[in-house]
Antibody, heavy 120, light 110 residues
């Protein structure tokens, strides 16, 4: 069973960059059986897909965030990371990493989520 | 892409059924079979309940069912139980390796 765990700072200053890592256990991030994604949820609001990382290394981003976001793998640690630049208060949210099994079409496995607050 | 439209709330008594709609466009819900539904209890991560419109992952009760007609997908929870009280989100593949979520529906068991 795939397990995912997010980690990173809980507080980021406006205009700085937000960086989170997702540690995966129970499966290799390089496996063709899986795809990976980041999803966020502002307090009291709905879910927003941020972007996806395919086992091939290709990435796909939400067009509304594309100019500020990057997702990258760290195969040595079986992790993948999210970097979001030039953050504002609107980026305050619970950030989830997710695993997609067999096909990049639904989010099968989720981390517990980590709250990131953007504030000076 | 714009969020898929869901009703803010739905409710039913124990044992009854509740149906939640998820309306998109021909570019997302109407154009693909990759519609999924997620259950989220307060303070918890979402859980996949339905994928590819009407398929259930292992362990999800058959009280949960999905369907789609045109640009609108639906989730039905039959035989409502207290533990079904949660927020529910739909999601759809939107082409070009993009995804979009619904606005969310809070289900209350009366």
């Amino acid at each position: 069973q795939l397990q995912l765990q997010e980690a990173g700072p809980g507080l980021v200053k406006p205009s700085e960059s937000l960086s989170l890592t997702c540690t995966v256990s129970g499966g290799a991030i390089t496996s063709s059986d899986y795809y990976w994604a980041w999803i966020r949820q502002p307090p009291g609001k709905g879910l927003e897909w941020i972007g996806s990382l395919y086992y091939s290394g290709s990435t796909h981003y939400n067009s509304s965030l594309k100019s500020r976001v990057s997702i990258s793998p760290d195969t040595s640690k079986n992790q993948f990371s999210l970097n979001l630049s030039s953050v504002t208060a609107a980026d305050t949210a619970v950030y989830y990493c997710a695993g997609l099994h067999d096909a990049p079409t639904e989010f099968d496995f989720w981390g517990q989520g980590t709250l990131v607050t953007v504030s000076s | 892409q714009s969020a898929l439209t869901q009703p803010p709330s739905a409710s039913g008594s124990p044992g009854q059924s509740v149906t939640i709609s998820c309306t998109g466009t021909s570019s997302d819900v109407g154009g693909h079979k990759f519609v999924s539904w997620y259950q989220q209890h307060p303070g918890k991560a979402p859980k996949l309940m339905i994928y590819e419109i009407n398929k259930r992952p292992a362990g999800v009760p058959d009280r949960f069912s999905g369907s789609k007609s045109g640009n609108t997908a639906s989730l039905t929870v039959s035989g409502l139980q207290a533990e079904d009280e949660a927020d529910y989100y739909c999601s759809s593949y939107a082409g070009s390796n993009n995804f979009v979520f619904g606005t969310g529906t809070k289900v209350t068991v009366l």
